[in-house]
Nanobody
Framework: QVQLVESGGGLVQPGGSLTLSCAAS????????MGWYRQAPGKPRALVAA???????NYADSVKGRFTISRDNAKNTVYLQMNSLKPEDTAVYYC???????????WGKGTLVTVSS
């Protein structure tokens, strides 16, 4: 029973910073790619950043240079450091992970990030 639990969301002023964490539990295999997606009201869920087990990363153009994704394979945890936040970054952020061997995708319940003055 794999579970992903996000934390770190909240209210931040424009230009501020926030760090999200996602801890995965219940897996004996570990994970291939892990990443963060976000969904704003009325819009589809979209990729923010992803990272492979070996550390290769990719980012949405809208966050490139501002956000940094990282992971700790031993802890099955992925992080998202967000800097220079903008109001358009406001969304529910979801953690995603693909389990090794089974290739099963898992999702967290989401954490709300609100960027507003």
């Amino acid at each position: 029973q794999v579970q992903l639990v996000e934390s770190g969301g909240g209210l931040v002023q424009p230009g501020g910073s926030l760090t999200l964490s996602c801890a995965a539990s219940g897996s004996i295999f570990g994970f291939n790619a892990m990443g963060w997606y976000r969904q704003a009201p009325g819009k589809p869920r979209a990729l923010v950043a992803a990272i492979t087990r070996t550390g290769r990363t990719n980012y949405a153009d809208s966050v490139k240079g501002r956000f940094t994704i990282s992971r700790d394979n031993a802890k099955n945890t992925v992080y998202l450091q967000m800097n220079s936040l903008k109001p358009e970054d406001t969304a529910v952020y979801y953690c995603n992970a693909e389990q090794r061997v089974t290739t099963t995708p898992y999702w967290g319940k989401g954490t709300l990030v609100t960027v507003s003055s």
